[in-house]
Each structure stands twice: as C-alpha cells, then as structure tokens.
C-alpha cells in the first residue's frame, strides 16, 4: 500500500496568497484526520471526517482555514488569505474503522512557510 | 478535559543504555493512551496503545509502556538503545477512547555511539 499521500511536501508562499493542501488518505479508510505541527504548540488536530462528513471542527483555528472531502480518496485543506503565523508542518492521517482508538496512518506532512 | 506532560524535551542515551522516557496524563474518565514516533521528516508512527487491557503494553522495536493509574503515568521503555532509535517521541491521550486524540509537546531522544 502506497500509505497516506500528501502533496505538495513544501510550499513557500507570500502572506495573503491562498494555499491548498491535498491529502489522499489510504484505500479502504473511513477517517481522515488533519494535524498542524509547530514548535510551540506541538501537534493540534484541527478537523477530522468519517465517511466524508466533518465530525469535529473545533480545532479549525478561524475563518481563514476550511476543509473539504469531496470523496473518500480526496481532502483538502485550505488556508486564505495566509499569514506568516500559519507556517507550520500540516500532517493528514486516516484510520481503518473510523473509531477514534483506531491505529492513525500518517502522511509525511507538508511544511508550510508563509513570507 | 484530557492533558498530556513529557517531561523533558530532549533525553539523550548511549547506544546500549536504557531508555526513559517519560509521559503523564490527566483524564476524568479512563484514558486510552498511546506513543507515537516520527522520525526526521517523516509522519508519526504508532509505536503502542493501552486500551484498558494489560497494563503492560509491548510495542514495535522493543519498546513498551506500563500504565500506572496511582501515578496517572505511562513511561516508554526501551533495555537497549540503538542508534537507529534516534528520533521525537510523541505520548496521546484519548478521554475513554470517546474522543481524539491528544498529544503531548514531543521528547528527543538523542543516541550517542
């Protein structure tokens, strides 16, 4: 199995630009997890899905970030316009059953930076 | 709510040492707690979880956990290190296994030859 696929792995972008990050989780899993890393704050989830719909959102940190799972094999995370703030590594990961106890898969992450 | 604290943001070792690594939670239900590893420029791995069964956990590479509820703990392990051990070590909370998952601000574990 190919694991969880994210791409781009590095995106280098000027504040106010809008930025996609993709995310394919693997075939078969029915949750998809999405995580921002930074020094500070460590690792924060910032939304989940189960079979495609949005279960928690409360990490989604404002306005400017949404996310989207048009299909079980797509997701994106959006961040518009970005701030230098948002500059951190963007982790995607699924799980088998969709149970929060479920083993999560990592992709290996995008590291955003924001000029 | 549920909590994690590692203490110590860097442990180093020499190959061949024990290894510690430290992991206290705080939940108001029993947690389901797991380590997780991510080496450079990598996604993290689950290395083991304690999902309310033996208290002692085994996981991948030789590592393993004992919960201790008195100490509201969950210590990671290792006899012997290895240079290949070299990586962040990340301690997860899960309140009863009802909600996601958090994690704690990560150890270094550093392996000197």
């Known amino acids: 199995d190919a694991g969880v696929i994210q791409s781009p792995r590095h995106e280098v972008t000027e504040m106010g630009q809008e930025v996609t990050l993709r995310c394919k989780p693997i075939?078969?899993?029915?949750?998809l997890f999405w995580y921002r890393q930074t020094m500070m704050r460590g690792l924060e989830l910032l939304i989940y899905?189960?079979?495609?719909?949005?279960?928690?959102d409360s990490g989604m940190p404002e306005d400017r970030f949404s996310a989207k799972m048009p299909n079980a094999s797509f997701s994106t995370l959006k961040i518009q316009p970005s701030e230098p703030r948002d500059s951190a590594v963007y982790f995607c990961?699924?799980?088998?059953?969709?149970?929060?106890?479920?083993?999560?898969?990592f992709g290996p992450g995008t590291r955003l930076t924001v000029l | 709510a549920q909590s994690v604290t590692q203490l110590g943001s860097h442990v180093s070792v020499s190959e061949g040492a024990l290894v510690l690594l430290r992991c206290n939670y705080s939940?108001?239900?029993?947690?389901?707690l797991f380590w997780y590893v991510q080496y450079p420029n990598q996604g993290l791995q689950l290395l083991l979880k304690?999902?309310?069964?033996?208290?002692l956990v085994k996981g991948i590479n030789g590592f393993e956990a004992e919960f201790k509820k008195s100490e509201t703990s969950f210590h990671l392990t290792k006899p012997s290190a290895h240079m290949s051990d070299a990586a962040e070590y990340f301690c997860?909370?899960?309140?009863?296994?009802?909600?996601?998952?958090?994690f704690g601000k990560g150890t270094m574990l550093l392996v000197s030859p």
């Open positions: 304690y999902t309310s069964a033996a208290t």
């Open positions: 939940s108001s239900v029993p947690p389901y």
């Open positions: 997860a909370v899960s309140e009863g296994g009802y909600s996601t998952l958090t």
């Open positions: 899905f189960n079979n495609n719909v949005p279960i928690d």
């Open positions: 075939s078969g899993h029915n949750s």
């Open positions: 990961a699924s799980t088998l059953k969709g149970l929060l106890l479920d083993t999560q898969y």
